[in-house]
């Protein structure tokens, strides 16, 4: 296993530059996700560190190596590819232990080491199996394997689980967190899904236009999130924005276009007339409050367990999740809170948290 540090790296594609000086440390058997949309560069990033794209600027290391200039094949990394790319005239076990091959591995220890792999898996009964006789999930666990029996440094994950259907994609999700805690190897995660970066990282990185937005543990991104970007990327369903002016009278409000005010924490380093942006997780606002906000309900989406629905406040969607079953009904007015301590305030124009 090995640390990843990047130092200022940068790419450019002629004048275009797609990543700008980033700095990240990745350490030894740590699991972080490049998360962000489509674009951003966390791709490329992901394909930096595997060495299959050159580095306009800055430097990578593996381990304390400088490996700017180092074959892939050279870097003892492993990457996982969203298509599985398995031989199709193979079975399991050659597909898994090909590398091995190549590399002129005794056949005892090829063996051995797939074995190993396909236990952890659950593939020791498909070996003998060619990939067409595989579902995609198995056919998936058949590519990580392949980079498992490599015992490498570090493994790279370049959306793995894009192409499966959505019940399969959670339980992937549940093998690939579950294999990291057996391994412990430091792994680098390329995914757009949050709720992937979410629910499996140690540590999320967040992009955007080629610019780290903002690094850190999962909830401590969903609790405070560094800027507007962050704030409505991180979370599902994402958090409303409701642009309003400061008046600090008795108490902190925001003054909502409509007129209507919401309480705001004290403290916060404004005057008068400062525009701002009040974020409103959906889960934090509480209904059919004595004195709160007015809204209309448009759409109720039943859960079950929970019931989302949308409303309109001051000409604004508001989205609201609420445990159990309220008897909320399109075309109904309802009142809306919040605790001033649930809620993330914005500088209006640069979108940084205050």
Known sequence: MASVTLSKVRKNYGVVQVLQEVDLSIGDGEFVVLVGPSGCGKSTLLRMIAGLEEVSGGEIRIGERVVNDVAPKDRDIAMVFQSYALYPHMDV????????????????????????????????????????????????????????????????FDEPLSNLDAKLRVHMRAEVKALH???????????????????????????????????????????????????????SPGMNFLPATFA?????????????????????????????TVGLRPEHIKLDAEDGLRAEVEVVEPLGLSTQ?????????????????????????????ADPAALHIFDLESGNRL
Not at 200 to 213: E, F, L, P, S, T
Not at 258 to 274: A, E, I, S, T, V
């Open 93 to 156: 076990g050659k597909n898994m232990g090909f590398s091995l091959m190549l590399k002129k591995i005794e056949k005892s220890a090829i063996a051995s080491r797939v074995d190993s792999a396909a236990k952890r898996l659950g593939l020791n009964s498909y070996l003998e199996r060619l990939p067409r006789q595989l579902s995609g999930g198995q056919r998936q666990r058949v590519a990580m394997g392949r980079a498992i029996v490599r015992d490498p440094k570090v493994f790279l």
């Open 181 to 235: 805690q057996q391994l412990r190897t430091t792994s680098v995660y390329v995914t757009h899904d949050q709720i992937e970066a979410m629910t499996m990282a140690d540590r999320i990185v967040v992009m955007n236009d080629g610019v780290v937005q903002q690094v850190g543990a999962p909830l401590e991104l969903y609790d405070r999130p560094a800027n507007l970007f962050v704030a409505g990327f991180i979370g």
């Open 248 to 276: 600090k009278g008795g108490k902190a409000d925001a003054v909502l276009s409509d007129g209507q005010k919401l309480r705001l924490p004290d403290g916060l380093p404004l005057k008068d007339g400062d525009r701002i």
């Open 309 to 337: 629905f949308y409303a309109k406040l001051a000409g604004l969607d508001l989205c609201v999740f609420a445990m159990g079953r309220p008897t909320v009904k399109p075309g109904e007015s309802v009142t809306l809170s």
